[in-house]
């Protein structure tokens, strides 16, 4: 069935350095893709999307860009700060479902 | 307006028992989806539900069982619980009839410890 698989972590970063999480999919067709940051303590939340091919989904700061001819949809943020540690998830629907990447685990240090 | 709203927030059983979790979905979501998240394996799909009707399930034991009611509450329970059942239980709604294009809201979890 259709997936994604993401770049594990953990990743540790400083404050105001460039973050990218590489996720790459596989699937019939072209399905909408999601970014999902799930904070400390807290459900998951829809960070951006794509619903098609060439689409940029954008949303504080972080972008992704939906590329079919790498089957990827990485995630990247030019400049990230400390309430931007969190773990984060790449997703594509599925049957009446979303199935997730492993999440990628992101610390930012002052 | 109110969001997912997941009970119990906490709660430690010892194995063999069983336990029922409780999901309010956000006014007007008629989609409901259960996952399980844990270190080793993430998160994984339980079943999903839409006006009462169990659409899809994942790859779970017959221990595991949801349902759903008229006023789009959902329901999961597990029984005769065994260690490896310890994890975060999130509940998502969805206002569009599928999730192709539609946004999960999720609720903070209902977190199970097994002892």
């Known amino acids: 069935g259709d997936s994604v698989t993401q770049m594990e972590g953990p990743v540790t970063l400083s404050e105001e350095a460039f973050l990218t999480i590489n996720c790459t999919y596989t699937?019939?067709?072209?399905?909408?893709l999601f970014w999902y940051v799930q904070y400390p303590g807290e459900g998951l939340q829809l960070l951006l999307k794509a619903t098609k091919a060439d689409d940029k989904g954008s949303n504080k700061g972080f972008e992704a860009t939906y590329r079919k001819e790498t089957t990827s949809f990485h995630l990247e943020k030019g400049s990230v700060q400390v309430s931007d540690s969190a773990v984060y998830f790449c997703a594509l629907p599925n049957d009446y479902k979303l199935s997730f990447g492993a999440g990628t685990t992101v610390t930012v240090r002052a | 307006k109110a969001g997912v709203t997941q009970t119990p927030r906490y709660l430690i059983k010892t194995r063999g028992q069983q336990v029922t979790l409780s999901c309010s979905p956000i006014s007007g979501h008629r989609s409901v989806s259960w996952y399980q998240q844990t270190p080793g394996q993430g998160l994984q799909f339980l079943f999903e539900y839409f006006s009462e009707t169990q659409r899809n399930k994942g790859n779970f034991p017959g221990r595991f069982s949801g349902r759903q009611f008229s006023n789009s509450r959902s329901e999961m329970n597990v029984s005769t619980l065994e260690l490896g059942d310890s994890a975060l239980y999130l509940c998502?709604?969805?206002?569009?009839?599928?999730?192709?294009?539609?946004?999960?809201?999720f609720g903070e979890g209902s977190r199970l410890t097994v002892l």
């Open positions: 699937a019939t067709g072209y399905p909408s």
């Open positions: 998502a709604s969805s206002l569009v009839g599928t999730i192709v294009a539609g946004e999960l809201f």
